[in-house]
């Protein structure tokens, strides 16, 4: 594996803000290194996120039994492959193939299911390019949670860091415990704060001046930090799900968005500072995710936690997952462990991901 491999990665993230795709060399000569190459940004137009952020609302959650589900999934996979080609042909990439996480419908892995929609066969030959996709499905099938899955990442690519904290529609963290690596949902970010965003008519809350201009609800910060899923243990992962069940109605019949926005920072800043403080040293800590952009949440993260927040450059903030599922494509390619049952909770680890050859 000294040579290097060039791979194209695609991220969707629960907040629906687009498709993130990095190009980038990894080669390993006793540790694994990346180079990006070229990276770019796909905003979502109305009609993928109105389609994107409906299905969720399908009666049912197997694609089988739901032809208007699948129809969407070979869609959504053809418009990822013209994206892909567009990228392609924008930065005259040459990759091995293509690893795509899809965009997530759906994530019950407690009834041992979860669908990440973006048919692979449909992808690969629009971009006529070799595709891996599906990294969740082997793990929640063996019992595991399907997720997070970007901390085999987090150790191999970004270990100058003990703690790796990623802010995106949900926020979850990943560090080593005894030379094993643990990580898990910590709580629902910005699937909230661009919800309060959107009421007013704003794709997300910049730099977080609206929050920091609120007062928080000290009421409702108590009623938030009070759900059950915090004092679980991990494994534990959290899906769209959590939010429309637990969050949104907290949330959807009042006025005053300042003020909720401010107490869930606040939550946030509160459920991150305990997630990490169970490690005994202060330590680096890389954030990373749309919220690292989020100037006053980085903030009260800072407050509420004895590690030193490192922000990184907007490179790794924004495409790290994408970067990170590259790799995770790389590595099922040889067939080697991308998924950690210390991770996910699962029987064994994995090699998971399903591979699609473009049609001839």
Same mark, same amino acid.
């Given at each position: 594996?000294?040579?290097?491999?060039?791979?194209?990665?695609?991220?969707?993230?629960?907040?629906?803000?687009?498709?993130?795709?990095?190009?980038?060399?990894?080669?390993?000569?006793?540790?694994?290194?990346?180079?990006?190459?070229?990276?770019?940004?796909?905003?979502?137009?109305?009609?993928?996120?109105?389609?994107?952020?409906?299905?969720?609302?399908?009666?049912?959650?197997?694609?089988?039994?739901?032809?208007?589900?699948?129809?969407?999934? =070979?869609?959504?996979? *053809?418009?990822?492959?013209?994206?892909?080609?567009?990228?392609?042909?924008?930065?005259?990439?040459? /990759?091995?193939?293509?690893?795509?996480?899809?965009?997530?419908?759906?994530?019950?892995?407690?009834?041992?299911?979860?669908?990440?929609?973006?048919?692979?066969?449909?992808?690969?030959?629009?971009?006529?390019?070799?595709?891996?996709?599906?990294?969740?499905?082997?793990?929640?099938?063996?019992?595991?949670?399907?997720?997070?899955?970007?901390?085999?990442?987090?150790?191999?690519?970004?270990?100058?860091? /003990?703690?790796?904290?990623?802010?995106?529609?949900?926020?979850?963290?990943?560090?080593?415990?005894?030379?094993?690596?643990?990580?898990?949902?910590?709580?629902?970010? @910005?699937?909230?704060?661009?919800?309060?965003? @959107?009421?007013?008519?704003?794709?997300?809350?910049?730099?977080?001046?609206?929050? *920091?201009?609120?007062?928080?609800?000290?009421?409702?910060?108590?009623?938030?930090?009070?759900?059950?899923?915090?004092?679980?243990?991990? /494994?534990?992962?959290?899906?769209?799900?959590?939010?429309?069940?637990?969050?949104?109605?907290?949330?959807?019949?009042?006025?005053?968005?300042?003020?909720?926005?401010?107490?869930?920072?606040?939550?946030?800043?509160?459920? =991150?500072?305990?997630?990490?403080?169970?490690?005994?040293?202060?330590?680096?800590?890389?954030?990373?995710?749309?919220?690292?952009?989020?100037?006053?949440?980085?903030?009260?993260?800072?407050?509420?936690?004895?590690?030193?927040?490192?922000?990184?450059?907007?490179? =790794?903030?924004?495409?790290?997952?994408?970067?990170?599922?590259?790799?995770?494509?790389?590595?099922?390619?040889? @067939?080697?462990?991308?998924?950690?049952?210390?991770?996910?909770?699962?029987?064994?680890?994995?090699?998971?991901?399903?591979?699609?050859?473009?049609?001839?």
């Amino acid at each position: 594996m000294t040579k290097k491999t060039n791979i194209i990665g695609l991220m969707s993230g629960s907040s629906l803000d687009g498709i993130d795709l990095v190009d980038a060399d990894f080669w390993n000569d006793g540790k694994w290194h990346f180079e990006i190459v070229a990276k770019d940004n796909y905003d979502y137009d109305n009609y993928w996120k109105k389609s994107l952020s409906d299905a969720f609302f399908t009666d049912c959650v197997k694609m089988d039994g739901n032809p208007s589900l699948k129809r969407l999934d =070979i869609e959504y996979g *053809h418009f990822l492959g013209q994206v892909t080609k567009q990228f392609i042909e924008k930065f005259n990439l040459k /990759p091995e193939f293509v690893a795509s996480h899809g965009h997530t419908i759906f994530h019950k892995p407690q009834e041992h299911y979860t669908l990440q929609i973006g048919d692979g066969q449909a992808l690969a030959n629009e971009c006529g390019v070799t595709v891996i996709n599906d990294f969740r499905t082997d793990d929640v099938l063996k019992g595991g949670q399907g997720a997070p899955l970007v901390p085999i990442g987090d150790k191999l690519l970004f270990s100058d860091y /003990p703690v790796c904290l990623n802010i995106g529609g949900i926020a979850n963290v990943s560090y080593d415990i005894d030379g094993q690596r643990i990580a898990y949902d910590i709580c629902i970010a @910005n699937q909230a704060l661009n919800y309060l965003a @959107n009421r007013l008519s704003m794709p997300y809350d910049k730099d977080g001046l609206i929050a *920091h201009s609120g007062v928080i609800d000290h009421q409702l910060l108590t009623s938030l930090n009070s759900h059950p899923f915090y004092s679980q243990k991990y /494994p534990k992962s959290l899906g769209r799900e959590f939010f429309e069940e637990n969050i949104k109605p907290s949330l959807e019949h009042r006025d005053d968005i300042a003020n909720m926005m401010a107490t869930f920072v606040e939550h946030i800043a509160i459920q =991150i500072g305990a997630s990490v403080e169970t490690m005994c040293t202060s330590s680096l800590m890389l954030i990373t995710g749309g919220g690292a952009k989020n100037k006053y949440l980085v903030e009260r993260i800072q407050a509420h936690t004895k590690h030193h927040v490192v922000v990184p450059s907007n490179d =790794i903030i924004d495409y790290k997952e994408a970067l990170v599922f590259a790799f995770l494509g790389l590595l099922r390619s040889y @067939n080697e462990i991308n998924v950690l049952k210390s991770v996910t909770g699962a029987e064994s680890d994995s090699s998971s991901g399903k591979i699609f050859h473009p049609d001839k």
